[in-house]
């Protein structure tokens, strides 16, 4: 392999920067070209390259979102499509591809690598921390900070007005955000959709709370929760059915996205880089990199794109203690 291409696709994740610069840093190395390539899979059909090396991506280390820009492609998705793609990869002499990005993206990879035999490394790069095959993915330890921060501060106002607040948080279909935020922020209850809590016990434990000398509630709740209420009716259903609590709804959205890397993603972000790089040139592809214990390890696109991420128990009980 003499020209590697790298590419961000899905939702923008604090680490992506840092992961571009370690892929075109390790490319440098071992002195092989590489090409950023823009907006994700829409920048392959479009030819829209550029070669980078290792000056191009000074400075890159610490800035949120991804300089490559990314996008959900649906001309990707057609076949017509794929192939104006591969068209232009072996125009450029690219000959392998590194995807940094979440399991749509790597469904991409896996279908173009059935198609074209195109080799093709994946980052797990979203805040989601969704994807089987790797205990972290890029960014999502920086959005438990940023969120940690945030909660902290809307404990200010709730114990000052003696308020329950509901403070929904991203995480997709998945709770780890909000089961870690909860556990960090000291939160009364923690709703996430791979747990129902159901709606009568939530409004025990707020009145047992109340009971127990508490004036004041952070209820953290996954944007994937299946209570069966979104945080507004969740916020009726309450005022409702208890009288103690004034409360408020606060909806973090995409901050929760942006931002300068953690330590941790940084060092992820370059670990991974390097892993995607050299595993390609040994001559593995269909991969996706990902960290187990510490230690950098491959799992093969299917089984991540297939696999399910799992809540760790472990933090349910201790969520619960906690909340005594
Ligand atoms: O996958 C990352 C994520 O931020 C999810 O947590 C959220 O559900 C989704 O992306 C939001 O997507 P968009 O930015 O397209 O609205």
Same mark, same amino acid.
């Given at each position: 392999?003499?020209?590697?291409? $790298?590419?961000?696709?899905?939702?923008?994740?604090?680490?992506?920067?840092?992961?571009?610069?370690?892929? $075109?840093?390790? /490319?440098?190395?071992?002195?092989?070209? /590489?090409?950023?390539?823009?907006?994700?899979?829409?920048?392959?059909?479009?030819?829209?390259?550029?070669?980078?090396?290792?000056?191009?991506? @000074?400075?890159?280390?610490?800035?949120?979102?991804?300089?490559? @820009?990314?996008?959900?492609?649906?001309?990707?998705?057609?076949?017509?499509?794929?192939?104006?793609?591969?068209?232009?990869?072996?125009?450029?002499?690219?000959?392998?591809? *590194?995807?940094?990005?979440? +399991?749509?993206?790597?469904?991409?990879?896996?279908?173009?690598?059935?198609?074209?035999?195109?080799?093709?490394?994946?980052?797990?790069?979203?805040?989601?921390?969704?994807?089987?095959?790797?205990?972290?993915?890029?960014?999502? +330890?920086?959005?438990?900070?940023? *969120?940690?921060?945030?909660?902290? @501060?809307?404990? +200010?106002?709730?114990?000052?007005?003696?308020?329950?607040?509901?403070?929904? !948080?991203?995480?997709?279909?998945?709770?780890?955000?909000?089961?870690? $935020?909860?556990?960090?922020?000291?939160?009364?209850?923690?709703?996430?959709?791979?747990?129902?809590?159901?709606?009568?016990?939530?409004?025990?434990?707020?009145?047992?709370?109340?009971?127990?000398?508490?004036?004041?509630?952070? !209820?953290?709740?996954?944007?994937?929760?299946?209570?069966?209420?979104?945080?507004?009716?969740?916020?009726?259903?309450?005022?409702?059915?208890?009288?103690?609590?004034?409360?408020?709804?606060?909806?973090?959205?995409?901050?929760?996205?942006?931002?300068?890397?953690? /330590?941790?993603?940084?060092?992820?972000?370059?670990?991974?880089?390097?892993?995607?790089?050299?595993?390609?040139?040994?001559?593995?592809?269909?991969?996706?990199?990902?960290?187990?214990?510490?230690?950098?390890?491959?799992?093969?696109?299917?089984?991540?794109?297939?696999?399910?991420? @799992?809540?760790?128990?472990?933090?349910?009980?201790?969520?619960?203690?906690?909340?005594?």
């Amino acid at each position: 392999i003499k020209k590697i291409g $790298v590419l961000t696709s899905g939702g923008d994740a604090p680490g992506m920067n840092a992961a571009i610069r370690s892929v $075109v840093r390790t /490319c440098a190395y071992h002195n092989i070209k /590489c090409y950023g390539i823009y907006r994700g899979y829409e920048g392959i059909i479009d030819g829209d390259f550029v070669e980078m090396g290792p000056r191009s991506v @000074k400075g890159l280390i610490n800035k949120g979102g991804t300089m490559l @820009k990314s996008a959900r492609s649906k001309t990707f998705r057609t076949k017509e499509g794929r192939q104006l793609a591969h068209d232009n990869l072996i125009k450029a002499g690219i000959e392998a591809l *590194v995807v940094i990005g979440g +399991d749509g993206s790597f469904t991409g990879s896996m279908v173009f690598n059935e198609e074209y035999n195109f080799p093709v490394m994946g980052i797990p790069g979203t805040i989601d921390n969704d994807i089987f095959g790797t205990s972290h993915t890029l960014g999502y +330890d920086t959005a438990l900070n940023t *969120v940690v921060e945030v909660i902290d @501060k809307i404990r +200010d106002t709730a114990s000052s007005h003696n308020r329950l607040f509901f403070v929904e !948080v991203m995480g997709r279909d998945a709770g780890h955000i909000a089961l870690n $935020v909860g556990i960090g922020a000291g939160a009364e209850e923690i709703l996430i959709p791979e747990e129902d809590l159901g709606l009568e016990r939530l409004l025990e434990s707020l009145r047992r709370s109340k009971q127990s000398g508490k004036s004041s509630s952070i !209820v953290v709740v996954a944007e994937g929760d299946k209570i069966g209420k979104n945080v507004f009716e969740l916020k009726d259903y309450v005022e409702e059915n208890m009288t103690e609590y004034e409360v408020r709804v606060s909806v973090l959205g995409h901050m929760q996205r942006g931002g300068p890397p953690s /330590c941790f993603d940084r060092v992820l972000a370059s670990r991974m880089g390097v892993k995607a790089v050299e595993s390609l040139l040994e001559g593995k592809s269909n991969y996706m990199v990902g960290i187990k214990n510490d230690v950098m390890d491959l799992t093969p696109f299917d089984q991540a794109v297939k696999g399910k991420s @799992k809540i760790n128990k472990e933090l349910l009980r201790v969520s619960d203690i906690m909340s005594t």
